[in-house]
């Protein structure tokens, strides 16, 4: 069974300090592993999707890391908002249906 | 401009009762899906549908009855609402089976009293 383990699960930072969230993922055969944004009370937006080991994407201050067996995102001099739960997510290769296997997120805060 | 939208965005009721979320997608996607958030932020599916046909039927109890009546649109109507059911639930829908980016609703938090 697909599992995906994100840590920490909360985490707050200062505004311009850099850190990383961490993605642990256990599945036979991945297609693909995605990182969503989550703001309170909206639906997950996408960000980025990872095919590969070794692949990175990068999007403003975002950067997304993959190897087989975790993905980090990485947050390079955050601001106040970019505070939101960051969500990651594995699909199978076998699976029907785009089934997604979602982590419980991580929740960021970052002060002014 | 919405791409996906819920209705409604919050829904109150009494345990026993049988309520429906509508979902339409605006993107001409071919494939749309239910997902489920509980407490603990955690998401995970419940169905999905590719062109009015159910692909995806996770272990859900029978009280949970998604209706595709076009491929823009798909509905969930829950019988005999029970307090385990509080939750928020999202569309999403993605251009086709194969096309693994899905764009998500915005919700809708229901909640069983």
């Known amino acids: 069974e697909d599992q995906v383990t994100q840590s920490p699960e909360a985490l707050r930072l200062q505004e311009g300090e850099s850190s990383s969230l961490n993605c642990s993922y256990t599945v036979s055969g991945l297609r693909g592993l995605f990182w969503y944004r989550q703001d309170p009370g909206k639906g997950p937006e996408f960000l980025f999707t990872l095919y590969s080991a070794g692949e990175e994407k990068e999007k403003e201050r975002l950067k997304a890391t993959l190897t087989k067996k975790e993905s980090f995102l990485h947050i390079t001099a955050p601001k106040p908002e970019d505070s939101a739960t960051y969500l990651c997510?594995?699909?199978?290769?076998?699976?029907?249906?785009?089934?997604?296997?979602f982590g419980e997120g991580t929740q960021l805060t970052v002060n002014p | 401009d919405t791409a996906v939208s819920q209705t409604p965005k919050y829904l109150v009721t009494q345990m026993g009762n049988d309520k429906s979320i509508k979902c339409e997608q605006n993107?001409?996607?071919?494939?749309m899906y239910w997902y489920k958030q509980d407490s603990k932020k955690f998401l995970k599916i419940m169905f999905s549908?590719?062109?009015?046909?159910?692909?995806i039927n996770e272990t859900v109890p029978n009280r949970f009855s998604p209706k595709s009546p076009d491929k823009a649109h798909l509905n969930l109507h829950i019988n005999s609402l029970e307090l385990g059911d509080s939750a928020v639930y999202f569309c999403a829908s993605s251009q086709d089976l194969r096309t693994i980016k899905q764009f998500f609703g915005p919700g809708t938090r229901l909640t069983v009293l």
């Open positions: 997510a594995v699909q199978h290769s076998e699976t029907s249906g785009s089934r997604l296997t």
């Open positions: 993107l001409g996607h071919d494939t």
């Open positions: 549908y590719n062109n009015k046909e159910l692909i």
